[in-house]
């Protein structure tokens, strides 16, 4: 299948890039991040991305980062809530949403999420999400088995890539 994989970082698109590979599927990286502020992180992310995306022979797609709009439709009105409560996901819904779109629009098989090699991100409400949005279509893997989240620390050094300490958003960044 050739599928699309909406990426949040260049750490973890590795791990999931190869295992997707292994899996025999063909892989388009998807680069949708709205929710990373500031712009200069945004794009210091990117650029790790782009990195990897040569790394590994991968098509790399990106989607215009619209921050504002990010605000209005996810964090307006669930700024105080804790890391991987309701805010994490309207995220999800947010940029798996666009994944999603981006899929259809393109004419890819499927679409997945490296957010699931996070052991910081709640799986099951990912795979929720992302089967509400196209229960057909969306893969859902959990790409930390296996140690998936170890791996893609040791490629994350191999290719030194840019590693960060939150999801993006101004309302995980710890004080």
């Known amino acids: 299948m050739n599928i699309l994989l909406h990426t949040c970082c260049a750490p973890c698109a590795s791990h999931c890039v190869l295992a997707l590979r292994n899996l025999g599927h ?3 990286l998807f680069f949708s991040n709205a929710n990373i502020a500031p712009y200069d992180e945004y794009i210091r992310r990117l ?18 980062p619209d921050h504002a709009d ?9 700024e105080r809530e804790q890391e991987r409560g309701p805010r994490c996901a309207r995220c999800f819904r947010y940029s798996l949403g666009r994944t999603r779109a981006a899929m259809a629009e393109a004419g890819f098989d499927a679409f997945t999420t490296t957010l699931t090699v ?22 859902a893997i959990d790409f930390k088995k296996n140690d998936g989240f170890k791996h893609s620390l ?9 590693r ?3 999801c993006g958003c101004e309302f995980s960044v710890r004080q």
């Open 164 to 166: 960060q300490s939150s």
């Open 154 to 162: 040791r490629l994350a050094a191999e290719f030194g890539l840019y």
């Open 47 to 64: 650029a790790a991305v782009q990195l990897l995306a040569q790394r590994l022979e991968v098509p790399l797609l990106t989607d215009k």
């Open 26 to 28: 063909s892989v388009t």
């Open 70 to 78: 990010w605000l209005g439709k996810v964090a307006c009105g669930f």
């Open 118 to 139: 996070s052991p910081h991100k709640h799986t099951p409400t990912l795979f929720e999400v992302g089967r509400s949005l196209d229960a057909e279509r969306f893969l």
